[in-house]
């Protein structure tokens, strides 16, 4: 018995799905090569220092990244639709090994994301030393925990027909709020407190560590891991909710 | 060396005193049951009559209100997590954006004993679409690889809930046939149908359900002797009924105006007499009471009933 077929069928599922694919790679793709194209000759955006190809990458990298563990496991929500899960149910897959297939792909995708945006960058001419490209892809995979599980949250919620225009609408806000698509704070104190005690500021830092050569402080771990607790908790209660006839 | 015990063997399945109700409804009304290993049962009765509740709690889909539900001996999550289940659900689609095989194969890689995929899709007659999508198949062939993904775990309990509600009469035909051939090795089977023919032709033993209550529980050729009732409607005045009721094979007997009905235990016998005794009567109509009918003739006399 092992779980490792199953998990590699549901990765080889995610890549054939051409639709969720466009979506999930090629959005972020598209924008980065229209906006960044349009401004390669930036070299010092907004007097940081650092070219608006880059800038624009890292953005491009967290909005990605976290759009595609959302994705991972609201898809719960087809296969529950389905009847699917009900049929799984009736073997010894476990709901977490089932729910860790789903953030696997989901994760399996989102590199995918990541590296398909750090070669678009290269092409136009975003250079960074080895150890920044790694310390960059580590903090980025590691701050979308909570995105993975809020995705097994959607997935017991969510209707398919809801699924879209949800998990879409809410990875924008995310992304717009946590800063993943330019600063909005605009200067004021308060929105700039408040962003911070989102997880898509700290993914979208972790994507600036690039060039800021930051590592979260401790105020981001903790964020992390409140949001991540918080969202399981109830991605526990809606799974039992769901399951409970 | 001798031992200090013999052996005891473990239920199948063993239902104590078990209830569920959805809201105001009572779907199950506190039934026993008890299978033994290797026994084929059917599980009978109309529609509501707590026939899928039942499988839902065998299963562990469902939990009961109260009452104890136990499969080999153990909850029915902990027999599902052993993979010694394998169970065909009344609804629950496919994955569509798979083949068949890869379906099949999926589902085989989770239990810790499976068959080999190819041989249950031979088995099944599902070569030929093998490499075809979910989503692609008829009725019947999706039906066939529910039947594939129970059967591939190599379950010691097959429990099937209406496996042939969406088929014609060939599919279903066809579905018994396969499936007798597929479990003749000695596992044992549950099967929910409405069908009474199904359940005789299939089941070793019939559980007789109306309204969430067992109402009778025996050999199928018993179970059938009291629901395959059959009624003689005739045209036929001026005879007393009690004259009527002494016929070999007639149960009892009604009269509305000049029409008699005449519920059989045993119909070609009562004809038999019938028509040498009564030359007169007209407009001979033999008809099977249905299920429906023998669940109020059951209901109303449970004394006749072996339970």
Redesign the interface.
């Known amino acids: 018995?092992?779980?490792?077929?199953?998990v590699r069928?549901e990765i080889r599922?995610t890549l054939?799905?051409r639709r969720f694919l466009v979506f999930s790679l090629g959005f972020p793709l598209l924008l980065f090569l229209i906006v960044a194209g349009a401004n390669r000759e930036v070299k010092d955006f907004a007097g940081s220092g650092i070219s608006f190809a880059l800038y624009y990458m890292v953005g491009m990298v967290s909005w990605g990244s976290m759009a595609a563990v959302i994705a991972g496991g609201a898809r719960i929500a087809t296969?529950r639709q389905?009847?699917?899960t009900?049929?799984l149910?009736?073997?010894?897959?476990?709901a977490r090994t089932y729910f860790a297939t789903k953030v696997a792909s989901g994760y399996v995708l989102a590199l995918a994301s990541i590296v398909v945006l750090y070669l678009a960058g290269a092409l136009y001419g975003v250079r960074l030393p080895a150890e920044a490209w790694i310390r960059m892809t580590l903090l980025i995979l590691v701050g979308l925990v909570p995105f993975a599980v809020l995705g097994i949250l959607f997935g017991h919620l969510l209707s398919t027909d809801s699924l879209g225009p949800a998990v879409g609408g809410v990875t924008a806000l995310f992304a717009l709020l946590g800063g993943a698509w330019g600063p909005i704070a605009g200067g004021s104190e308060l929105l700039s407190q408040l962003a911070q005690l989102l997880p898509s500021y700290w993914l979208t830092q972790a994507a600036h560590s690039a060039f800021t050569g930051e590592v979260w402080p401790a105020k981001a771990w903790i964020v992390l891991v409140v949001w991540t607790v918080v969202l399981a908790r109830l991605a526990r209660a809606a799974y039992l909710r769901d399951t409970a006839? | 060396m001798t031992h200090a015990s013999a052996p005891t063997t473990t239920d199948a399945i063993t239902l104590n005193e078990v209830r569920r109700s959805y809201g105001a409804v009572v779907a199950v009304d506190g039934i026993d049951l008890r299978i033994r290993p290797g026994e084929v049962v059917a599980l009978l009765g109309p529609n509501g009559a707590g026939k899928s509740t039942t499988i839902?709690m065998v299963?562990?889909?469902?939990?009961p209100d109260s009452g104890t539900v136990l499969v080999g001996g153990t909850s029915p999550a902990q027999a599902?997590?052993?993979?010694d289940?394998?169970?065909m659900?009344q609804?629950?689609?496919?994955?569509?954006?798979?083949s068949v095989r890869?379906l099949v194969?999926?589902?085989a890689?989770?239990?810790?004993d499976p068959l080999d995929v190819d041989d249950v899709l031979r088995r099944t007659g599902l070569v030929e679409v093998a490499d075809r999508r979910a989503a692609k198949l008829s009725g019947g062939q999706t039906q066939r690889v529910r039947f594939a993904?129970a059967l591939v775990?190599n379950p010691a309990l097959l429990v099937l809930d209406e496996p042939t509600v969406a088929l014609d009469v060939e599919g279903r035909h066809e579905f018994w046939t396969s499936m007798r051939e597929l479990t003749q090795d000695g596992r044992t089977v549950l099967f929910a149908t409405h069908y009474l023919e199904e359940a005789d032709t299939f089941a070793d033993r019939i559980v007789l359900m109306a309204a969430g209550r067992i109402v009778a529980d025996g050999p199928a050729t018993e179970i059938k002797a009291v629901v395959g009732l059959r009624t003689i409607r005739a045209t036929l005045p001026d005879v007393a009924l009690d004259e009527l009721e002494a016929i070999d094979g007639v149960r009892s007997a009604a009269r509305t105006g000049s029409a008699v009905t005449l519920q059989c235990d045993d119909a070609d016998l009562a004809l038999r007499a019938l028509l040498p005794r009564y030359p007169q009567a007209r407009d001979l109509e033999v008809t099977g009471a249905g299920l429906e009918q023998a669940f109020r003739i059951l209901t109303a006399d449970q004394d006749g009933v072996a339970r």
């Open positions: 018995m092992s779980s490792a077929v199953y069928a599922r054939r799905n296969e389905i009847g699917w009900r049929q149910r009736l073997t010894p897959l476990s006839r | 839902d299963l562990g889909l469902a939990a599902v997590a052993r993979g289940v394998g169970a659900l609804t629950g689609g496919l994955i569509p954006d798979v890869e194969t999926m589902l890689s989770l239990y810790p993904l775990s």
